[in-house]
Each structure stands twice: as C-alpha cells, then as structure tokens.
C-alpha cells in the first residue's frame, strides 16, 4: 500500500506543489532530449541514404569533439581546429566509403550493422591513442559560445537556464532545418533519397553511388562534430559520452528509423521521460535509473507499434 | 516414402474449399470475392497475368495471411485465423516462386528440417543425442534419402544449397516441401526461369508426387503448355476475381481468359 | 598424406551423421583434449591462470552467443548481462546454501540467465535486426545496473563486490582463495568440454537445423510449421544458460571476485566479436574468435614492447589496450568483407587442402 502510494501518489503531489522543479525538470529533459534528436539525426542520415545502420555515430561525436579540443591544446587556434576537425571528419567519411562500405555492398544490412562495431572500436582505439583518454574541457569560450546562466522566477521558484542550453537548443533547429532543406529542395537531397529508395535503380540513372554515401557521411560528421561541441560544452568531452550516445538507438525506434521529425519528436519524448523518471521515481528503486529507463520505454513501445511513430506499417511478402 | 497419413477423405471429394474470400491491404485489394475447391488427388493450377492475386491465394491457403471477408475449408474445417504452423501441421505444404531455402544449410538439412514437424523426441534427448533422438534421427534421415534418390539430387546432398544452380534449388525445395508428407502441396511457380529440359524434369516429378503417393497438387504457372498438359483444372484469376473455371480445354477455348491474357481492344 | 577420408566407407545413416565422420577428425579431437588435461600438469600458472582459464571461459560464452546470432540469427548485445546473471544467481544461491556442492550451483544458475534471457527475448515475437538489438541493449544496460544498485544481489558487502569463497570437491579447494590454478583449471576444462559436446548434439539435430531455418529464411520455415515464437525464444533460452555458466565460471573460477563493471557493454561487444571472427554459426570458430580476441592482447603485450623497446619507444598497458580496440576493429571489418564465416571459414577450408594434399585438387 505505502509502494503503491509512493509509486502513484506522491511523484504527481510532488510534481504540482512545486512546479519549479517539474518546470527545472522538464526544460533538462527537453535539452538533453534535443542533443539525442540530434545524434538520432546523424544515424537517420546514414541509414537513409546507405540502409545502414550505423552504431558509430555516437563515437563519431566523441571523436569530432575531441579531434576539436585535442587541436586545439595542441596550439592550433580555435577556428583553425574547427576546420581542420571538419577535414578530419571529411576524410574519414571518404575512408569509411573506401575501406567498409564499398566492399561491403549489397550484404545483408546485419553485416553492415556488425561492420559498424569494428568501425567504432576501431575509433575508440584511435582517439585515446591520439588524444589520450583522460575527459577534457570543451573550448567553449573561443568558439563564441555563451556561458552562464539565467536564473528565471517562475511559478514562485527559480528555474536555471543555462545559456548554452539554449544555444544548443537554437543551434539544434537551424541545422535541422537547413537539412530538411538540403533533403527536399536541391538536387543532391533528391539524389540520396533515390538511393535510399533502391541502390540499383539509382544507379541505373546515373548517380554516383560513391559521391553520395561520402557526402552522406560527412554530413553526418558534420552533425557529429556540433553534437559533441554542444555536448562537450554541457558535461566535458571524455568517451563516457559514446555510451550516452547509445540512447539514441531508442529514440530511434519511438521515431523510425528514417523520419527526420520522427528522431525529434522521440529525441525529445526519451529526453523528457528519462529525466522526470529519474527525478520523481528514481529514488523508489535506488536511483541511476536514467541509465536504461530510455530503452524500457523503447522496448515496451516496440511490442505495442513495432514500426516506430512515423514508419509505415510493414507488410511481408513471399 | 510412405504415403500421406489414413486418407480419411477419397479421390475425388473436396480437399479444400475457397468461398467468397476477399484479401485487401489498407485500401488495396489483392483478392475480391474469390471461391473455388480443390478435391483429392487432383492436380489444380491456378493462372492469371501478373498481379492478378494467385500469390495472394496461396498465402491466404496456407495462413501466412487472413482472408479479410470469407472462409476456407480444408479437410472439412473452417478456420478463421489460421496460423501458418496450423495449416503445416494440417498437411498443407509449399514452394515458392522465389526461392526461400535455408541458404546456409545443407541440401540435406534443408529436406530434414522439413520432417521437423514428424520429429518427437524432446530437448533432453537431442542434447544427448543419443538413444532414442538418435533412433528417431536415422529413422528420418531414411525418408529424406528416399526422397533425395526420387528427385535425383544425390549428389549435392552435402552442399550448401545457396551454391547450387537455381533449377537445383528449385528441386530442393520441392523435397522439403515433399519431406512434410503433405496432403496438399502448394507449388509457387515451380518452373518459372528453367530451361527446357529442366521444366520436362519437373513436370515428371509433379506427376509422379500426383501418381505415386496421391498428394493433391495445387501450381500457380505461367507457362500455358505445361500448365495444360498437367493439370486436371484450372482457375483463372484476373485483378484479384475469378474469370474462369473448369477443364484445360474448356479454359483454352473461354473468351475472356484470352483477352485475359491478350489484352482487349476496348 | 595422412589425413584421407579414401577407405573409410560409412555403412550406416548414424555413421554418416556422426558430428566427426572421418577417422582423423576424432584421432585429432582426442589428442586435444588429452593434451588440454595434460596441460595442467605442467603447473605453469602464467599459462593456466593467464591463458587457458579465461581462454575457455570466454569460449563458452562465445559459443553461447553462437546458437543466438550464429545459428538461431538473432543478435543481442547484452551477453554481458546475462553473464551477470549468472554470476550473481550463482553468487546468491552458494552463499544461501553453502551445503550443496558449488559445481551444482554453477550448473544450475544457467537457468537463471535462461529466465532472464527468456523474458528479454520476448519483443523477438514482433521484432528482428536491429530492432532486436536494441531490446537486448535493455537487457544490458537494466541488468549492469541492477547488479550495482540492488545490493541484496552481492549480500550487502561494502564493496559492492561478489567474492569467491572457500568451496571444495572430495576435500579439494575448487573455488576461493587457496584453490589452485590447476585445480580450477581442470574444473573449468571439464565443464566446458561436457557443455561444448551438448551444443554440438543441439546444433546437430532438430533444434539447431530449426534454428537455422528461422535465421534463413524464417517465413519459410513458419509454412514448414516451425513455431517461430518457441524456437526463438528456445534459443534465448539455451544461448543465455550457456553465457550465464561461463558468468559464473568466470567470477569464481578466473578472477575470484568481481563487482558489476564486469559484465559491461564491452564484455558484450568483445563476446559478439569473438563470435564474428570465429565464424557465426561454427562452435569450433568459438573457441578461434576466443583465442584470437582474448590472447592477441597478451601476446601483443609481450611483443610491442620488446620490439619497441630497444628503440627507446615505451609502450605502456594503455597503448596496449588501445591497439587492442583498434585491431580487433580492424579484423571484425576485414572478417566481414573477406571472410564473413571467419576463421572456421579458414580451417575448414585449410582441411580440405589437407585432404588432397599434395595435390591441388
């Protein structure tokens, strides 16, 4: 009785006698929920325009924004480091074209899956080798981002925003909308959404399959390296981020795993719902909870609508 | 092989019966008020141009999808909602028009893991493998032999079949299907991208499942020579509905099956 | 030369089915396990305890993720929770019931792993590929966290640990402190052998040819009458028995203790590459993907730096640690493009050349 009542009862009094906190709550959620929508956007990318799905990107995130940094200690100046980072991210979406997807054409989209592991150990290896794998300080302040952090009244509480939160928040929707952009209207965008269709019969019309999937790749890069700017400057860069990063896997099967709202709007249901469980029921069971509470609640939407909130429904022929 | 277990019904009465079945996905209709039977012993081919449902039908026989209007009465039973399971336990087996083998097995294992509904023996004994799983094993692997020899595949018993040439891995797949022992046998296309000689050879194994061991026979083919000369008769699917229905010559010879196929000047 | 299949006729459907049909085959499979046993004789820990014991444990878990991904088709990437399953099952039950002989408990705490795989196998009904991955990553992120924060689980010790303590078979110390390498070692060669030689009948049999038709071609294996729901989730079943034994083994047979960072994601992934580079779908490629994954780091270890050394390079544990990553990254991309049926793939194809040698066909 006492369980029931602290499981049904006291979270929501809790939650209306002190709306800061809900409010306080709910805002962490929707940035940390923006940050996912943004990884699950790198992975939506990919998996559009090449079918595969590539568990890499969360360390891509990692080691963008710790090629970044690791530049940037090293002397180079900031806006230097961000070019040369977007070099780096340039040729590794030209190795990974060359060294994995080229030879792996047309296998089963499970090897590919599995091809993206090795990639990720692979990065995994190489960034610590390079940088070292002790967590470092995003240079926040030389890539003129905000710090700090406004102190609102609200609801007879203080709620703190910190103002990277909203830049994250702003930089998030910008490069959201200039790739719904970049997909709809030029003719690169309608070329990958033809390969994402079918490789062969984009093929037969004359697009470079090749051109394609590196594009694809940088700009998941590119949308790796912003993530980890934006990440790093929240907690710090360190590799813990690549096991955070994994949360975007459930976002993706709340959104599907080719819609571009889809990964938002689970971006932001996973964000919220994480950050209030843990915050109202967490304590109950002893806390930590954050740390798979996202792919419960995949898990359980999965048996209930197995093709996602904007996948279509499938229908299996033989 | 032995034959089909205690025949309960006779040559000639009906086997399975398709009244009014309609078949749609969302707002598409694949099938629209379809109904004919399939009786003992018969050969029965259903044809129709492409697109026409004939796949449809099939799935809807064995389970793998649910008439959306209308029933299906097989061996005097009329299921609503079958599983695809029920129907293979039922005695209904089946080919496809693309291959679906277990590319990673063996010709062997793929035929022996169609006796997998015969098999009884339980996990403690096939963790052991000894004893009676291996008696059972054996016993099976008898049946499997015998079917290997009746369909002159002898030689690639121990290749994988994702190796084999496709005419091959269509007469594999007839032996798995044949491994069930089924009372009816759906074959999908059985001839579809063989050669001359390899249709002549199938066309001699369909006749000889119909002959020797009285398995009913229900083909979707689409090449008319073979088609007549096998079958005892045939239904004629057009956009989802029946257009015709009765024996090969009464079919050759209905108008609307040629405009059917030849197209119609409108 | 000596190894020939000419002469031997098999006169019977059984002598034809037998997993090692050539006489070779079984002569060279008796000869490796008289030679394991052998080994612990020689009394060399470093081999024991550095090499062999971990080196099979770890093949066991490998092949328990074997008859998943391998055989069955369905990836999980959360071996290393159901590993933990077992260990902490295994932990609880021989600490509630000292009496009983711990062998028991490390047999039977398997099953705890197969209730628990079971129950995160169930989205397997409606889901596949990647999707199922996920679910299992569910299993493994819940189940580590469970084993860290539910302190009933490691008996409330202050250091959130799970010990191994004192056990003994026939008077003979077999887990704890004072039980010697050699003695564990034996434990461990043993189980393993009898636990291998259960999976080789399953895979062999009705089972593992079920599990292979719903890996191929699983709508094709339903119209068989293959129920697809119980023989997935027999496979959850059976693959998460033999990962949670190899938990248990490797928690009191190898370290003697260990708390929930054990059974990690990277426990999952090292398992799963294991899997990949020995070749899905092959026992014998377990133990390969096991050895190459789980001894490339020692030997790597042994030979960087005496290489790097004289040229005044150092090559501290951690760089060591990170060429691991990036090589077995490496091979699982080389495996997957050259070879995807991995080393098995190799030696299969190494005895065939054997057969006919010295000619080439």
Redesign the interface.
């Known amino acids: 009785m006492d369980l029931l009542f602290k499981i049904f009862v006291e979270p929501f009094a809790l939650m209306v006698s002190a709306p800061d906190l809900l409010a306080q709550t709910l805002w962490e959620g929707l940035v940390g929920g923006v940050l996912y929508a943004l990884i699950a956007l790198g992975f939506v990318l990919i998996f559009k325009a090449s079918g595969v799905?590539n568990f890499a990107q969360g360390i891509m995130v990692v080691f963008a924004a710790l090629t970044l940094v690791g530049l940037h200690e090293k002397g180079v100046p900031a806006v230097l480091a961000l070019l040369l980072t977007i070099a780096v991210m340039f040729v590794l979406a030209v190795a990974v074209e060359r060294?994995?997807l080229k030879?792996?054409v047309n296998?089963p989209?499970?090897?590919l899956?599995?091809?993206t592991?090795?990639?990720?150990?692979?990065?995994?290896?190489?960034g610590?080798?390079i940088f070292g794998?002790e967590p470092k300080v995003m240079i926040t302040r030389e890539l003129f981002l905000p710090q700090g952090a406004t102190d609102l009244q609200l609801f007879g509480g203080v709620v703190r925003i910190q103002h990277i939160d909203v830049a994250a928040a702003v930089v998030a929707s910008l490069m959201i909308a200039a790739l719904a952009v970049f997909f709809s209207k030029t003719r690169i965008g309608r070329a990958l959404r033809a390969v994402a269709d079918s490789h062969k019969a984009a093929l037969s019309v004359g697009i470079s399959l090749d051109q394609i999937w590196i594009i694809v790749w940088f700009t998941a890069g590119i949308v790796a390296l912003v993530t980890g700017i934006m990440w790093g400057a929240r907690s710090d860069v360190s590799f813990a981020l690549q096991?955070i990063a994994?949360k975007a896997?459930?976002v993706?099967?709340l959104g599907g795993f080719t819609s571009i709202p889809g990964a938002i709007v689970g971006g932001l249901i996973i964000g919220v719902g994480e950050k209030i469980g843990e915050f109202y029921w967490g304590p109950l069971?002893?806390?930590?909870?954050e740390?798979?509470l996202a792919?419960?609640i995949?898990?359980l939407f999965?048996?209930y609508r197995?093709q996602g909130l904007f996948g279509e429904k499938i229908?299996?022929r033989? | 092989m032995r034959a089909p277990d205690t025949p309960i019904l006779a040559k000639g009465d009906v086997l399975l019966a398709v009244e009014n079945v309609s078949l749609s996905?969302g707002g598409v209709k694949a099938l629209t008020d379809v109904s004919f039977d399939i009786r003992k012993g018969e050969i029965r081919a259903i044809i129709g141009p492409n697109g026409a449902g004939k796949?449809s039908m099939l799935?809807c026989i064995n389970g793998?999808y649910h008439p959306t209007e209308g029933r299906i009465t097989f061996k005097g039973a009329t299921r609503r909602r079958m599983r695809p399971y029920e129907a293979a336990r039922g005695g209904i087996a089946r080919t496809?028009?693309?291959v679906?083998l277990f590319k990673g097995m063996t010709t062997l294992d793929n035929i022996m893991a169609g006796r997998s509904l015969k098999m009884r023996r339980g996990f403690f004994w096939q963790a052991l493998r000894q004893g009676p799983a291996l008696q059972e094993e054996v016993e099976h692997r008898r049946v499997v032999e015998d079917i290997i020899d009746f369909l002159e595949i002898q030689a690639i018993r121990k290749v994988p079949v994702g190796k084999l040439p496709y005419g091959l891995q269509k007469r594999v797949e007839l032996g798995r299907a044949l491994a069930m022992e089924p009372e009816l046998l759906l074959l999908d296309e059985p001839m579809a991208g063989m050669n001359l000689e390899e249709k002549e050879d199938m066309s001699r194994f369909i006749l000889d499942v119909n002959q020797q061991f009285g398995t009913t026979i229900a083909l979707i083919e689409h090449d008319m020579g073979v088609v007549m000369d096998l079958s005892d008769r045939v239904v004629v699917l057009e956009y989802g509905r029946k257009i015709a229905d009765g024996k090969p010559e009464e079919i050759k010879r209905d108008q609307r099956v040629i405009d059917a196929y030849l197209g119609v000047a409108h | 030369m000596f190894y020939r299949e000419a002469g031997q006729y098999k006169t019977s459907y059984a002598a034809d089915m037998a997993v090692f049909p050539l006489r070779e085959d079984r002569i060279g499979l008796a000869v490796i396990i008289l030679a394991a046993y052998a080994l612990a004789f020689t009394r060399n820990d470093f081999l024991l305890q550095a090499v062999m014991i971990p080196f099979l444990i770890f093949s066991l878990a490998a092949i328990g993720l074997n008859l998943l991904t391998g055989y069955a088709g369905l990836?999980s990437l959360g071996t290393g929770g159901f590993m933990g399953v077992g260990a902490y099952a295994c932990y609880k039950l021989m600490t509630a019931f000292p009496e009983v002989n711990v062998l028991v408990w490390i047999l039977l705490s398997g099953f705890f792993s197969a209730a628990v795989g079971v129950l995160f196998g169930?989205?397997s009904l409606?889901?596949k590929?990647?999707?199922l991955?996920?679910?299992t990553?569910?299993a493994q992120?819940?189940l580590?966290?469970a084993f860290?924060?539910?302190p009933w689980l490691y008996n409330y010790n202050l250091s959130g640990a799970i010990e191994a303590p004192l056990r003994t078979l026939f008077g003979v110390p077999i887990i704890g402190p004072t039980a010697t390498a050699e003695v564990r070692y034996l434990v461990v060669l043993t189980l393993v052998i009898g636990l291998t030689w259960v999976a080789s009948n399953l895979v062999h049999g009705r089972i593992g040819r079920e599990w292979m038709a719903i890996r191929d071609m699983d709508?094709?294996a339903e119209?068989m009458g293959i129920k697809l729901f119980q023989t997935k989730l027999l496979a959850f079943a059976v693959s998460s028995y033999y990962c949670g034994v190899a938990g248990a083994m490797l928690v009191f047979l190898w370290y003697g203790g260990a708390e929930y960072t054990v059974f990690d994601?990277n426990q999952s992934?090292f398992i799963?590459?294991m899997v990949?580079i020995g070749g899905l779908g092959s026992l014998i490629g377990s133990f390969f993907g096991a050895a190459l994954i789980f001894i490339m780091p020692i030997g790597l270890g042994i030979a960087l730096p005496a290489l790097l050394g004289p040229f005044g390079i150092n090559v501290g544990a951690?760089?060591i640690e990170?060429?691991?990553?990036?090589?077995?990254?490496?091979?699982?991309?080389f495996f997957?493009?050259v070879e995807?049926h991995g080393l098995a793939r190799l030696w299969q194809i190494a005895k065939q050349k054997l057969r006919v040698w010295p000619f080439p066909y």
């Open positions: 799905f060294v994995v030879p792996l296998q989209d499970i090897i899956f599995m091809a592991f090795g990639l990720t150990y692979f990065l995994v290896g190489l610590e080798l794998g096991i994994l896997l459930p993706l099967i069971i002893g806390g930590g909870i740390t798979w792919y419960v995949a898990l999965l048996l197995p229908i299996e033989i | 996905f796949t799935n793998f496809f028009q693309n679906a | 990836l169930l989205p409606r889901i590929g990647f999707y991955a996920v679910a990553l569910a992120f819940f580590q966290w860290n924060r539910i709508i094709a119209l994601i992934f799963l590459f990949i951690e760089v990170q060429l691991r990553f990036m090589i077995v990254g490496a091979l699982i991309i997957l493009i995807p």
